[in-house]
């Protein structure tokens, strides 16, 4: 499994944002950076996902919009594009870190299993949620090698020049 770093500072490129695409006013329980993975824990405060077991800190409600200290407001967005990382294979899953608080990973990790954004462009991902999947110690039979990358749609251009989608 290979870490995926983020490259100078990431930005959401969505031109539109749509209320139901955000998660306003929650403080940040921690040091936040944009583009974090994070999730909402039980008190209220936003935290960095982390991939090394199931549980609440493995869900991701969305990615940090913009840098937070502890104790201030914060944004998380989904379903949106964002500049990320540089060199990325388009069409590639990513899923939560094991390693790396609020990172990512190109393959699945013991608490990560549900993939949480794809890559559209070279350094361009589509942010994505998770919540609850189960777990490799709750359920042995699910693995990363039993338990392949969710499908994936990615746009194309047609030999008549328009848009279409493949998997």
Known sequence: MAEISKCGSPAVLSVLMLGSNR??????GEPLAVGDACYVDAAGAV?????????????????????????????LVFDVAMRYGRDLPP?????????????LADAPSAGGLQ?????VDHDVIHLL?????????????LSSTTRGPAAVFVPSE????GPTWQR
């Not at 069409?91 to 990172?103: D, E, I, M, R």
């Not at 949620?129 to 039979?141: T, W």
């Not at 047609?158 to 020049?161: D, K, R």
């Open 23 to 28: 998660i306003n006013g929650s403080p940040a």
């Open 91 to 103: 069409g590639a899953s990513l899923y939560l870190s094991a390693t790396v608080p609020g990172g």
């Open 115 to 119: 993939q949480v954004a794809y890559v």
């Open 47 to 75: 935290r960095r996902s982390i991939g090394v077991e199931g549980g609440p800190a493995a869900e991701v409600s969305g990615f940090a919009a913009a840098d937070a200290e502890r104790g201030e407001a914060t944004t």
């Open 158 to 161: 047609t030999a008549a020049g």
């Open 129 to 141: 949620q998770s919540y609850g999947g189960p777990s490799p110690s709750e359920h042995p039979d």
